[in-house]
């Protein structure tokens, strides 16, 4: 089987910082699993790396589609595969680093979407209700067919929260039953799952943090540069956290410190949810920084040791 790294964990954690340091030790290339940091010109809200901070490491899925294109995960799971492909071919290890655990679960276990059904009548139902009645009550209506998809898909996700409603429709199976039918299957990779985790308060305070920075460094002239260029809150980019909240501001739905301090608090659950997925995840070896004493080089050793155990590097 061939090797691969996954380097996961909740927004704000040091996914990236760890993820390069460690590409620059085993001779790997990044893969970008965040749904966000693969669109073009949306660089600040996406805490998207940068060519300084890449620091040589080759990344792959940053800063390749448009804004208005649609990016599920299918389309990462082939884009990845794409890139993982190249990855080998070079002699190289793939790390995979990013928090959209759905993709990463997708891509090391090989789900099969091919088989998925579709009934355009029944979506367009779903749309319509959404927007006769709020993206709330259609969510509710997923918690009565599937309560685990309820809890991992956001109520602001309509298009994903349409499909689980859909899966249902057409099924009479719960998509997320589904999904841990897939995830049973064995992995083809030899493969390390790195769980990146802190102390949820000193986690909270990082992401006000973070927002109080993009802020500063001008997310709200990325985001109006964004509306100017003709991207609207209804496409997939721009539900990115950060964007369609700073949208409802230039809207005039807000004042512009409502906007931040939903940002925040949507950033904060975002991560909650996010720990909620990886712990359910099977494999997965958990690094909280706590245990290391906040010292990367402490944590990138241990890393290193499960490497070598698991034969993935000599």
Not at 85 to 91: E, L, R, S
Request: proline fraction near 2%; hydrophobic fraction near 40%; charged fraction near 30%.
């Amino acid at each position: 089987m061939k090797p691969m790294v996954i380097v996961a964990g909740p927004t704000a954690a040091g996914k990236t910082k760890l993820s390069i340091k460690l590409a620059k030790r085993i001779n790997a290339a990044v893969v970008s699993a965040d749904s966000m940091q693969v669109y073009k010109y949306m660089d600040i809200g996406s805490a998207k790396v940068t060519k300084e901070e890449m620091d040589g490491v080759p990344h792959a899925l940053i800063d390749v589609l448009d804004p208005a294109e649609e990016f599920h995960v299918v389309r990462f799971k082939q884009m990845a595969e794409e890139a993982i492909a190249d990855i080998y071919k070079n002699g190289q290890i793939p790390v995979i680093a990013g928090g959209t655990g759905f993709y990463i679960q997708a891509l090391l276990y090989d789900v099969d979407f091919t088989a998925q059904e579709s009934d355009a009548q029944f979506r367009q139902e779903m749309k319509e209700f959404a927007e006769a009645n709020g993206a709330h009550a259609l969510h509710e209506k997923l918690k009565q067919v599937d309560a685990v998809s309820y809890e991992a898909i956001h109520e602001n996700n309509i298009k994903r929260v349409i499909r689980a409603l859909e899966y249902y429709h057409l099924t009479k199976t719960p998509l997320s039953l589904h999904n841990e039918t897939e995830r049973a299957k064995k992995s083809p990779y030899n493969f390390a799952y790195f769980v990146l985790t802190d102390e949820r308060a000193r986690l909270y305070e990082r992401i006000d943090r973070r927002v109080d920075l993009m802020m500063e460094q001008g997310l709200l002239q990325e985001v109006e540069n964004l509306y100017d260029s003709g991207y609207r809150r209804d496409m997939v980019s721009m539900q990115g956290l950060g964007y369609k909240e700073l949208f409802d501001y230039l809207e005039g739905r807000c004042s512009l410190e409502e906007a931040v301090y939903v940002i925040k608090r949507e950033t904060r659950h975002f991560a909650k949810r996010q720990l909620t997925w990886f712990k359910r995840e099977r494999d997965v070896i958990w690094l909280n920084q706590k245990e290391f004493g906040y010292d990367d080089e402490a944590v990138l050793g241990e890393m290193l040791r499960i490497l070598k155990e698991k034969g993935i590097i000599m």
